[in-house]
């Protein structure tokens, strides 16, 4: 199994709403990623696991909460987005992060748009 | 961390090798560099990472002077299927492990 798995694929909010993205993975990966992706624009990254703790954080507002419950599971909680946040948000697993970081696996994304 | 400069875009024909090149002037001693396909809609997908010299895979090549500050992925006799954004990646230690996205370069390949 060499999925990255998203739910859900298609997401529509508005600004005064809570909901979340799920990433799930069973490569028995040790990393995870969150990117965010604008159309036309390469994707951007967000936050980097390594081992169940945040390891990077790229001065992400604090609407978006990330959270990483177990090495499998990935989520990233939403809260009182703005219009601009609307964008595809890719999950991403590897390994391991750091030294020989490898390929990333990506997952088919959540397109997030913000009303 | 090392900025990358790829072209925009590039046009070729079924069947012709495509080599798509990307600057990394200020790569740094140990960074690598890998390459990803991204179709509309879809996540990246891995095609090739190296540090020197030359790399092969099924799919691609991946060429690496020995300075270092370019490399040039070649994707052998490209059909259709191969219009995607191609993205080249450099990081390592000294960009503490971050994994940024260049601004790609768009291939089209016509029939």
């Known amino acids: 199994d060499t999925e990255v798995t998203q739910t859900p694929k298609h997401l529509v909010m508005g600004m005064t709403n809570k909901k979340s993205l799920k990433c799930e993975q069973h490569?028995?990966?040790?990393?995870m990623y969150w990117y965010k992706q604008k159309a036309k624009k390469p994707p951007e990254l967000m936050f980097v696991?390594?081992?169940?703790?945040?390891?990077i954080n790229e001065s992400v507002p604090s609407r978006f909460s990330p959270e990483c419950p177990n090495s499998s599971l990935l989520n990233l909680h939403l809260h009182a987005l703005q219009p601009e946040d609307s964008a595809l948000y890719l999950c991403?697993?590897?390994?391991?992060?750091?030294?020989?970081?490898?390929?990333?696996?990506f997952g088919e994304g959540s397109r997030l748009t913000v009303l | 961390l090392a900025k990358t400069t790829q072209p925009i875009s590039m046009d070729s024909y079924e069947g012709q090798e495509v080599n798509i090149t990307c600057s990394h002037n200020?790569?740094?001693?140990?960074?690598?560099i890998t390459w990803y396909q991204q179709f509309p809609s879809q996540g990246p997908r891995f095609i090739i990472q190296?540090?020197?010299t030359k790399v092969t895979n099924e799919v691609a090549s991946l060429f690496i002077p020995a300075d270092r500050k370019s490399s040039t992925l070649s994707l052998p006799r490209v059909s259709l299927s191969d219009t995607a954004v191609y993205y080249c990646?450099?990081?390592?230690?000294?960009?503490?492990?971050?994994?940024?996205f260049g601004s790609g370069t768009r291939l089209l390949v016509r029939p």
């Open positions: 990646l450099v990081g390592g230690e000294d960009s503490s492990y971050k994994l940024i």
């Open positions: 991403a697993s590897s390994q391991v992060w750091g030294g020989d970081t490898g390929e990333l696996f």
């Open positions: 200020n790569i740094a001693t140990n960074d690598y």
């Open positions: 696991y390594s081992y169940e703790k945040l390891s």
């Open positions: 490569m028995g990966h040790r990393a």
């Open positions: 190296g540090y020197k």
